[in-house]
């Protein structure tokens, strides 16, 4: 496992070393404003695939950060899903309420078509669906688009669908029966993927706990699906079975850890540990199962990836339902090997990597 070390700012090839990546592409345009960087990880599994994120990044070196990062937990969540993609991430610089125009887009996209398919985008954070169109009117290499445009559709049922397989598969472990009927779960986020994941626990007969963000969401998923609301903080202190973090990332941290009364952590959220060198030891201290973010928030790709096979939806969730296994495995590796789960399902993605490109080597 690749242990990454902080790096003075300056140190751009230092970074990209360290991430390991293959290629990172600066783009700029004068006229349009346009900022943008792609971080193309790895592509020994196939093209790297991952959604244009726009964001007002605090420094250049912020930006940069991001994108390496987000590359490569591209790279393992698509190596250790099966798919034959590589990992990829774009970022474009920039307040997407000031500077976002249909050339702007369209210049990013003769970006990412100059690639030749080596990067395939897709819709991230402050992208909408009408930015998509205009970056495909430049390139063909771009995935997650709305069925009305021939595409594969939200992705947010199948997320459910892995992350509620994942959760089993962990609970499985952590109480030998995959059965969450009677357990007590605690949802942090109620939105797209949250509410769908919901409707898979309240059906098999979990008692569950919820916050949002928005107070209105929460109480309305309270009331559909008989769940008790809880204040936004107060979720880390629900006497429960499950936690399952569906909102943001970073929220098993320092000031959270000792608080949570679960026995398995399992949710959509990407990025759930903070330091997952840190935390995810952390949680073994406490006998808390986690059943790493990558590995079950991967029905979204592989949503994605059926479009670019020309699969379709029932072929992305019969994929998506692998998710149990895959999670089982890597829960026994980890045990197996004395490694916390997260440390586990990112060896588990290198072999992968590793193996295939063995393979590969031959012409
Ligand atoms: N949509 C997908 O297919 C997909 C795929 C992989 C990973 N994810 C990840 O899953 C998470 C949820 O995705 P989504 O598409 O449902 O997003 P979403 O924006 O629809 O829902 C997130 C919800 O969390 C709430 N929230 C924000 N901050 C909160 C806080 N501090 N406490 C409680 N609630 C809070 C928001 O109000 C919102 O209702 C994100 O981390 C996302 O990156 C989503």
């Known amino acids: 496992m690749v242990e990454i070390q902080a790096l003075p ?35 020994v599994l196939g093209p790297a695939l991952g959604g244009t994120r726009m964001w007002h990044y605090a420094s250049e070196a912020e930006a940069l950060n991001d994108v390496l990062r987000l590359s490569r937990g591209m790279t393992y969540k698509a190596a250790i899903s099966g798919l034959n993609l590589g990992g990829g991430k774009a970022v474009i610089i920039g307040d997407a309420k000031t500077i976002k125009t249909e050339a702007l887009l369209r210049k990013f996209g003769r970006f990412v078509q100059n690639l030749n398919g080596k990067y395939i985008t897709a819709e991230d954070v402050n992208m909408t669906t009408k930015d998509m169109e205009y970056i495909r009117m430049e390139t063909k290499h771009v995935a997650g688009l709305p069925e009305s445009m021939g595409g594969s559709g939200d992705p947010s049922p199948v997320t459910a669908y892995g992350t509620y397989m994942g959760m089993k598969a962990a609970a499985k472990k952590a109480f030998g029966s995959d ?54 903080d107060d979720i880390y202190d629900q006497d429960v079975d499950i936690y399952s973090p569906c909102a943001l990332g970073a929220t098993i941290n320092d000031d959270t850890i000792d608080r949570l009364k679960c026995s398995v952590v399992a949710g959509c959220a990407n990025n759930q540990l903070k330091d997952e060198n840190v935390h995810g030891p952390a949680l073994v201290d406490r006998g808390i199962l986690y059943a790493p973010d990558f590995l079950i928030n991967a029905g979204g790709l592989i949503n994605v990836y059926s479009e670019v096979t020309g699969s379709n939806r029932q072929g992305a969730l019969t994929q998506t339902e692998k998710i149990y296994d895959y999670t089982l495995q890597v829960l026994e590796k980890a ?29």
């Not at 006229?31 to 943008?36: D, V």
């Open 335 to 363: 045990a197996a090997e004395g490694l916390h789960p997260q440390q586990a399902a990112i060896r588990q993605a290198e072999q992968r990597i590793a193996a295939i490109g063995r393979v590969k080597s031959t012409y």
């Open 9 to 43: 700012e300056t140190s751009i090839f230092g970074q990209i070393a360290d991430y390991q990546h293959e290629q990172v592409v600066f783009c700029h345009d004068h006229e349009t404003g346009l900022k943008a960087i792609i971080g193309i990880h790895n592509t």
């Open 179 to 232: 059965s969450l009927a009677g357990k007590r779960i605690a949802v942090q986020g109620v939105g797209h993927v949250g509410t769908y994941l919901l409707e898979h626990l309240t059906k098999e007969g979990a008692h569950i706990v919820l916050t949002d963000y928005y107070k209105e969401r929460a109480e309305e998923a309270g009331a559909k699906f008989g769940a008790k609301v809880v204040g936004l």
